[in-house]
């Protein structure tokens, strides 16, 4: 069975620049997550769809953190404009069925931010 | 709010030096709780999910416990391949968040 997919799996950007980040999580999984891990620190939930929808973005820093899941699949998490304090690993999770089962991890994108 | 701790933060075990990480929490409404190992550059990787006090699960060298306050993860007779950070996390009634702990890093030496 194949894991969940990110890409890209490192990036270094300037402050102020936009980054996008792609996750592809396991076939048929209807919960997918994105987790803001920080060097040093438990990761943290960012965004949580059950299927299309959004079950809980109440830590996504809104004003430049953005997340969509197309057709209940694949999903992007974007940062426009990017801090320093936003360098950290972002890691995407996916369950098979209601919220909060047994969660699946892809390998993380690590952003730099300089 | 809800608050999970994790303690050592490190541990440096002989191997074969049997010991026990500690996850203490706060919950409104525990509804379960998961223990992962992370390695280095890669995600978590889910080990155990326990729902009600008094349970208990096992997998090769590390059974894992709940009480009504916190949770153990003993590991017994570790090898060096063990050496990895373990995050706890807890989600509650509202099953909509899931919130981890910082995570106990382990060293076995051999």
Known sequence: EAGV????RYKIIEKRQSVAFWCNPISGHATLYWYQQILGQGPK??????????VDDSQLPKDRFSAERLKGVDSTLKIQPAKLEDSAVYLCASSLGRVNTEAFFGQGTRLTVV | ???VTQSPEALRLQEGESSSLNCSYTVSGLRGLFWYRQ?????????FTLYSAGEEKEKERL???LTKKESFL???APKPEDSATYLCAVFNTGGFKTIFGAGTRLFVKA
């Open chain 1, 45 to 54: 939930l960012l965004i949580q769809f059950q299927n299309n929808g959004v």
């Open chain 1, 5 to 8: 997919a990110q890409s890209p």
């Open chain 2, 1 to 3: 709010e809800d608050q």
């Open chain 2, 74 to 76: 003993h590991i017994t």
């Open chain 2, 63 to 65: 059974k894992a416990t």
């Open chain 2, 39 to 47: 390695d280095p550059g890669k995600g978590p990787e889910f080990l």
